[in-house]
């Protein structure tokens, strides 16, 4: 069946633009989370949304950034007045609601800030 | 408290060699602790994972080691191949919050 879906792969942005990236999740997956993966780094949590449940925004590296989850499906990332540092890949990854369910993880949107 | 060490950050082994890769957590209350692969351009996939009830678990030439006391566990690769050439990412989480934390990877590099 399908994997976790991002969108768009890559995305060039100058310094100051708003970006938003896209997360179609497995169907049924009632999980999802953000990470993000800068250039030789490990992955960074950004933030969770379980069900219905009030997102763990706890991983979110400024106010600039923010996230929702529609109708429990599709999750969209927004990064406002977009900085440098900003530039990594951002990955998406969707579980079943189960204890230690693994996470399927998206191939990620490279985001560039010039 | 919420960190996981991981190391080294590259290995270079020959083909048939043993990869080693370890980490260390400091979190008690961690209770999972799977082990994820990554190619280049690709997200991350699951390659094995052990509860911290067992002290290993080994799916064909791959192994986890668990040292519960000394907080620290390892990923061994036996008869490493070039197709095993990936960043491998160690993480841990508990059943109260199912956020996977994860170590900073370490790239392996298998040459035949």
Request: proline share 5%.
């Amino acid at each position: 069946g399908a994997g976790v879906s991002q969108s768009p792969s890559n995305k060039v942005t100058e310094k100051g633009k708003d970006v938003e990236l896209r997360c179609d999740p497995i169907s049924g997956h009632t999980a999802l989370y953000w990470y993000r993966q800068s250039l030789g780094q490990g992955l960074e949590f950004l933030i969770y949304f379980q069900g219905n449940s009030a997102p763990d925004k706890s991983g979110l590296p400024s106010d600039r950034f923010s996230a929702e989850r529609t109708g429990g499906s599709v999750s969209t990332l927004t990064i406002q007045r977009t900085q440098q540092e900003d530039s990594a890949v951002y990955l998406c990854a969707s579980t079943l609601n189960r204890a230690n369910s693994p996470l399927h993880f998206g191939n990620g949107t490279r985001l560039t800030v010039t | 408290q919420q960190q996981v060490k991981q190391s080294p950050q590259s290995l270079i082994v020959q083909k048939g060699g043993i990869s080693i890769i370890n980490c260390a957590y400091e979190n008690t209350a961690f209770d999972y602790f799977p082990w994820y692969q990554q190619f280049p351009g690709k997200g991350p996939a699951l390659l094995i994972a052990i509860r911290p009830d067992v002290s290993e678990k080994k799916e064909g030439r791959f192994t986890i080691s668990f040292n519960k006391s000394a907080k620290q566990f390892s990923l061994h690769i036996m008869d490493s191949q070039p197709g095993d050439s990936a960043t491998y990412f160690c993480a841990a989480s508990s059943h109260n919050t199912d956020k996977l934390i994860f170590g900073t990877g370490t790239r392996l590099q298998v040459f035949p």
